[in-house]
Nanobody
């Protein structure tokens, strides 16, 4: 089992910045993808951005140019720098990772951290 512990988040005014981090621990074999999803109140969880262990990224169109993901493979940690935040960025941000163990893909989620952007 892999545990994901998120930190960061909070309340910020529109146009401001926040940063999130997420560290994986536990019985780690080889984490492939790490990233962030978010869920606004009353809406479905959606992709924010992911990054592979090789550094390839996949950003949601809504955050391109404003958010930056980075990763420290040695520490099994992923970071999200969020700039020019908008009220529509408000939601619970969930850390995500997956790993392939003997041909099976296992996915793990953090407990989530609240990000609130006031207008």
């Amino acid at each position: 089992q892999v545990q994901l512990v998120e930190s960061g988040g909070g309340l910020v005014q529109a146009g401001g910045s926040l940063s999130l981090s997420c560290a994986a621990s536990g019985s780690i074999f080889s984490i492939n993808v790490m990233g962030w999803y978010r869920q606004a109140l009353g809406k479905q969880r959606e992709l924010v951005v992911t990054i592979t262990n090789g550094g390839s990224t996949n950003y949601a169109d809504s955050v391109k140019g404003r958010f930056t993901i980075s990763r420290d493979n040695a520490k099994n940690t992923v970071y999200l720098q969020m700039n020019s935040l908008k009220p529509e960025d408000t939601g619970v941000y969930y850390c995500y990772c997956n790993e392939n163990r003997r041909g099976y893909l296992y996915a793990y989620w953090g407990q989530g951290t609240q990000v609130t952007v006031s207008s």
